[in-house]
């Protein structure tokens, strides 16, 4: 079999049905031809598309004389120096490179968390909230697909998105900080989200691109991700730039374990970690002012230093947090004399540091 048919018939293989667009030939990571027989390495991030794209691959090589199609795949990112057989111009395409600019945005800080109910939207929503205390232009994207919690927690359940003539969104405000999230844009708040691969992709996309933050630019976006490390995650760091992550977890080992998780995904998608968070790190008895820590001894620090990454703060449980998070107002905004809310203030610090650092 000719090694130019070939390539030229893996270009013009499109991957529409899983909402991307681009071709077989844009993922080829290395390629073998041996008389009829072809080997193909393909680079696919998520083990769910791994089905489709070997039926696929094996259906086009075929219909051209192939006999036998082995098909391998890889989710390591693309290294610098160029593969032993030289794929064609396009596979050579660093896939990250392709990441684009959130528009009308200077820096862009995704929030992320190895489980749920770790606190993960609590701190996303109340770093937005330090960053608009300090002066600074905030916006929050809940990008929760499954689980949008920022309308509740940011008091905008009833805030209405208008959409331009050209597509373009135009974000609500509240408390000062502009806010997108499914939430806004389902019929009700029971609403199941099931999103298929291609509406996901979408959905985010639009997000990601078509939201009109400001008329100027925003200072910071907050992007609140879903728990885990899914297609959400992994379509955010393909697409777009992003100028750090921080991780939020509890102090207990079992959480610990995915924190891990979760620096290893954005070290592939090369979103550097600007720190982690410790949530409920601990409880101060408001009668006695006794600290508490209720999940045993914090291991995070030695995770973070294994892992040369900085504890960016630690937020103590707090009745009051969970109280004006439900109320609708970030508790740095609604008591700024509290631990928690001194504590978010000092992650933001930080964060700006180790962003301009
Ligand atoms: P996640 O986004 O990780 O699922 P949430 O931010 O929704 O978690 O928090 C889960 C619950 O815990 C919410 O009810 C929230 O108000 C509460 N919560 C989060 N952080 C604290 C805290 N430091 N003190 C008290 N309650 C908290």
Redesign the pocket.
């Known amino acids: 079999m000719a090694l130019q048919g070939v390539i030229d018939r893996l270009k013009k293989t499109t991957l529409e049905e899983i909402g991307v667009s681009f071709s077989l030939a844009d993922i080829l990571r290395d390629m073998k031809i041996e008389g009829d027989n072809v080997y193909l390495k393909l680079f696919s991030p998520s083990d769910k598309y791994h089905d489709f794209l070997r039926k696929k691959a094996e259906e086009v090589l075929k219909s051209i004389g192939a006999q036998q199609v082995e098909i391998e795949f890889t989710n390591e990112p693309p290294k610098a120096t160029a593969p032993q057989t030289p794929p064609p111009p396009q596979a050579q395409q660093n896939p990250f490179e392709n990441k684009r600019k959130i528009p009308k945005v200077k820096k862009v800080v995704a929030v992320a968390?190895g489980?749920?109910?770790?606190?993960?939207?609590?701190?996303?929503?109340n770093l937005a909230a330090a960053l608009k205390k300090m002066g600074y232009e905030v916006g929050y994207l809940d990008a929760?697909m499954y689980?949008p919690?920022g309308p509740t927690?940011l008091g905008a359940k009833d805030k209405q998105v208008l959409a331009r003539e050209d597509g373009k969104l135009i974000p609500p405000e509240s408390h000062g900080i502009k806010m997108m999230s499914i939430g806004l844009l389902l019929p009700s708040e029971d609403t199941p989200v099931i999103w298929r691969g291609p509406v996901l992709f979408k959905a985010l996309s639009q997000f990601l691109f078509d939201i009109d933050w400001a008329e100027d630019e925003l200072d910071f976006l907050i992007i609140?991700l879903p728990?885990g490390t899914g297609d959400v995650q992994i379509t955010l760091g393909q697409t777009a730039e992003i100028d750090g992550a921080v991780i939020?977890t509890t102090p207990q080992d079992v959480a610990l374990i995915d924190v891990k998780k979760g620096i290893q995904m954005f070290n592939e998608v090369m979103i550097p970690v600007l720190g982690i968070v410790e949530?409920?790190?601990y409880f101060i008895c408001p009668e006695t002012d006794k600290k508490y820590e209720i999940f045993g001894k914090s291991r995070t620090e030695e995770v973070a230093k294994q892992y040369n990454i900085d504890l960016l703060g630690k937020?103590?449980?707090?009745?009051?947090?969970?109280?004006f998070?439900?109320l609708g107002i970030p508790i740095v905004l609604a008591k700024e004399d509290t631990a928690?809310s001194k504590a978010f203030i000092e992650i933001a610090e930080n964060m700006i540091r180790k962003l301009s650092g």
Do not use: F, H, L
């Not at 489980?115 to 929503?125: E, I, L, N, R, W």
């Not at 103590?316 to 109280?323: D, H, M, R, S, T």
């Open positions: 968390s489980k749920g109910g770790v606190g993960k939207s609590t701190v996303a929503v929760d689980g919690s927690m609140d728990p939020v949530n409920m790190s937020i103590p449980i707090e009745p009051k947090v969970a109280e998070g439900d928690s």
